[in-house]
């Protein structure tokens, strides 16, 4: 389905049911294909995660969905808020969010905090760019400008998975990432430079939390999603083996696993 915002069409997927609504955000340059086996996994599940509505959005230059010039956390947990409400779905929701979609999470819990019932935070960091970082992210949105996306697709792939992960896994994120619009590339490299601190962020969330890392993970190392962790009060951890970056879909069963225990304690 395709919903308007801003002017621009955002591309969102629906499955499950009526249930608890769980909203899914991919990181960068992904896609909301990136959910679609831990979903399937989830809906053979025992017990009420089956019955949740799921939401399954590609941010705005990303996926399906057309690309603006510029992007900003903001702007991206506006975006998913319009999306809800065109969807017409007013209940909290369950947010649960890989890496630059997890960075959104701390956005929507500053901007949009009654608009959530609980935090699923998967391979992601807390704290904002360093002055390298920024200037990383610079190189990246220019080289996507001037190149496309595949430079940067190649450049991610290595980290992305897991040393065992199958070629045909590496061939399918590798195409995913090239076909990621230059634009939403340059645009999502900025904002990520752009981020706010979320550091300070972690002891005021007040919602069930579940810390999902991935073992060989080292874009968003272990250290970085213990330190969320051990912020986020009351949180849960749990670290997924054979996985990289790409958790939900290196390993969907074991992440299904964790998300519809998680799911059934609400
Ligand atoms: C992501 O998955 O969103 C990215 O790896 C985030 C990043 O580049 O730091």
Redesign the pocket.
């Known amino acids: 389905m395709t919903i308007t915002v801003d002017g621009i069409k955002l591309h969102v997927e629906e499955f499950g049911g009526t249930g608890l609504p769980v909203l899914f955000v991919h ?2 340059p ?1 896609s909301g294909e990136m959910w679609h086996s831990a979903i399937d996994a989830l809906l053979k599940q025992p017990g009420p995660a089956r019955d949740c509505r799921m939401i399954v959005p590609d941010l705005r230059g990303h996926g399906r969905s057309e690309a603006s010039d510029a992007a900003s956390m903001t702007r991206y947990a506006d975006d998913l808020v319009a999306v809800l409400d065109a969807l017409g779905e007013r209940r909290p929701v369950v947010f649960v969010g ?3 979609g997890a960075m959104l999470g701390f956005e929507m819990f500053r901007r949009h905090r009654p608009r959530l019932r609980a935090l699923v935070l998967v391979c992601t960091r807390a704290n904002a760019e360093s002055p390298e970082g920024v200037a990383r992210r610079e190189t990246v949105a220019q080289t996507a400008l001037a190149k496309g996306a595949e430079p940067i697709a190649d450049d991610m792939i290595g980290k992305l998975l897991a040393r065992n992960a199958t070629s045909a896994l590496r061939q399918k994120w590798h195409e995913i990432m090239r076909a990621t619009p230059p634009r939403g590339v340059a645009a999502a490299a900025r904002a ?1 430079g752009a981020r706010p601190d979320s550091l300070p962020t972690l002891r005021e969330i007040d919602l069930p939390t579940l810390v999902v890392a991935g073992e060989e993970d080292t ?1 968003t190392p272990l250290e970085e999603l213990r330190r969320i962790h051990d912020g986020v009060r009351g949180s849960r951890m749990v670290v997924i083996p054979g996985a990289a ?1 790409l958790v939900p879909a290196e390993q969907p069963e074991a992440f299904a696993a964790e998300l519809a225990a998680f799911l059934r304690g609400l």
């Open positions: 990181g960068f992904l890989l890496s630059m990520l874009i970056h």
